[in-house]
């Protein structure tokens, strides 16, 4: 998560606040989003019922279920605010998450069907036909994944896979 602002103070009596925007603050928030405020480190959810920027850094927000001054003083004001930090580099995956991709290893078609992960030696388990392979793990063989279509093209050095 990360900290977009800080609850400064009331703002009107039905638990409406102030909120000093940080710069970090998304240009495109959508109320549909929570923003949230730790409570004795737990991260709690708040939907907003309405936002409404004042200038650059601030903004007046009501919260669901914050219906009162007295409510709002003592659970908002003070506490600084955070989203969940989207995640953009979507690029990373576990070799575990190639199980069940369709190997291609020259013209031939089989199956990961197992990763056996190992410091010295990590391993793919594929099936091609009826047979078992046991191929390492390593950048150098694989040419390409295809996360789309659910397939990886291998490039294996000769007599590594003897069918």
Same mark, same amino acid.
């Given at each position: ?10 703002f009107g ?7 000093? #925007? /940080?710069?970090?603050?998304?240009? !495109?928030?959508?109320?549909?989003e929570? #923003?949230f405020v730790?409570? !004795?480190? #737990? ?8 936002? &409404?920027r004042?200038?650059q850094? @601030?903004?007046?927000?009501h919260?669901d279920d914050?219906d ?12 600084e ?5 989207? !995640?953009?580099?979507?690029?990373? +995956? /576990?070799? &575990?998450?190639?199980? @069940? ?8 078609? @089989?199956?990961?069907?197992?990763? /056996?992960d ?5 391993? +793919?388990?594929?099936?091609?036909? !009826?047979?078992? *392979?046991?191929?390492p793990?390593?950048?150098?063989f694989?040419a *390409? ?5 659910r397939?990886?093209? +291998? ?8 069918l």
């Amino acid at each position: 998560m990360i900290a977009v602002g800080r609850i400064g103070r009331l703002f009107g009596t039905d638990g409406g606040v102030m909120i000093t #925007l /940080y710069t970090t603050f998304p240009d !495109d928030f959508q109320m549909k989003e929570p #923003l949230f405020v730790r409570v !004795d480190e #737990l991260a709690v959810p708040l939907f907003c019922s309405s936002f &409404e920027r004042r200038g650059q850094a @601030g903004a007046v927000v009501h919260f669901d279920d914050i219906d009162t001054e007295r409510r709002a003083e003592e659970f908002l004001v003070g506490r600084e605010i955070f989203i969940v930090e989207e !995640d953009e580099d979507d690029d990373e +995956f /576990y070799m &575990e998450d190639l199980i @069940g991709f369709t190997a291609i290893v020259g013209k031939r078609r @089989g199956e990961v069907t197992d990763y /056996y992960d190992s410091e010295a030696n990590p391993l +793919f388990e594929i099936k091609i036909g !009826d047979k078992e *392979h046991l191929i390492p793990a390593q950048e150098e063989f694989i040419a *390409h994944i295809d996360f789309d279509k659910r397939a990886i093209k +291998f490039i294996l050095p000769e007599g590594l896979l003897e069918l």
